[in-house]
C-alpha cells in the first residue's frame, strides 16, 4: 500500500508515491489475532509437557480403556497433539483426526501415523460444522473436548447427526464439582481460566447435556484426575449410544 501526495509547483501538478508511515502499533483488528495466534503457539508447545505427570498417574489408562471400545469408522474430536493414537486398536475401519486449532495440528501431523492397516486422515473441522453427511461415523471420541468447545449443545446435536444407528460416542471429560464449595470457586476462577486454557470451562454438567441430545448414556465411570487442582479434578468417561 503507499499513499499519494498532491502537491502543485508552477501551475501543475506532481504526484510523489510515498510509503506509508508505521506508527509502530498494531491497529484495533490486528491485536487479537496476534494475542490469539500467540496463545494458540504456546498451548500447543506446552500441553503435553503440562500434562506428562496426569497422563502417567491416570489418563493414560483411561485412555487405553475407552479406545479398546472404538470400532468400525472412527472419528476423533479435538485430536489436539494426538496422545490417543496409541490407544486405538487395530480393529476399527478408518480413523479421522479433527483439529480446528493449526499449532496443534502442526505437531499432529508430525507423528507417525502410519499404521498397516487402518486410513489415517487428519481434518481441521470444527464438531459444530463438519459439513459430513447424516450418518458418516461409528464412533465419535471425546478426550477433554467437550469442555472447550463453544456450544456444548450444538456440538452434541453435530456429534449425534454423525454418529449412524447404534453408533457410539466415547467419552472422557472433565466437570462440575459435586461439591457446594469447589463449585463456588470454579465460577469464580473460570472466567480467567477459559481465557488460559483454549476456552475451558470448569462448570459443564456434561453427562446431562450428553443425555439432553438424544444419545443414551450406557456406562459412566466417576474418578477424581490426578494431579490436577480441584477445580478441574472431577471427571467422567463412558459411553453413550445412539438409538
Known sequence: MFRNVLTEQANSTIIKICPPRYSGRMN??????LLKKVHSYLLAKSYDFAMRNT??????????????????????IGAGTGVNLQHYPGHIAQLTLSEPDPQM???????????PTIPVHIT???????????????????????C??????????????????QG????????????????HWQRRVEPFWSLCAGNCRL?????????????????CIEAPMAGTPSFVRRTIRGSARKA
Open 105 to 115: 495440528r502442526r505437531i499432529l501431523q508430525k507423528k507417525n501415523l502410519t499404521t
Open 203 to 219: 462448570t459443564r454438567d456434561t453427562a446431562v447435556a450428553i443425555q439432553t441430545s438424544g444419545l443414551e448414556i450406557e456406562r
Open 124 to 146: 481441521s473441522w470444527e464438531i459444530e460444522t463438519t459439513g459430513m453427511p447424516d450418518s458418516s461415523f461409528d464412533t465419535i471420541v471425546s478426550t477433554l473436548v467437550l
Open 28 to 33: 484495533s483488528r490486528e491485536t487479537p489475532i
Open 168 to 183: 457410539t460416542l466415547l467419552f472422557l471429560e472433565h466437570v462440575a464439582s459435586d461439591h457446594p464449595q469447589t463449585l
Open 55 to 76: 497422563e502417567k498417574r491416570c489418563l493414560q489408562q483411561w485412555r487405553s480403556n475407552l479406545l479398546s471400545q472404538a470400532r468400525g469408522n472412527v472419528l476423533e
Open 148 to 165: 472447550s468447545v463453544p456450544d456444548l449443545s450444538r456440538s452434541l446435536s453435530e456429534i449425534y447427526r454423525l454418529l449412524r444407528p
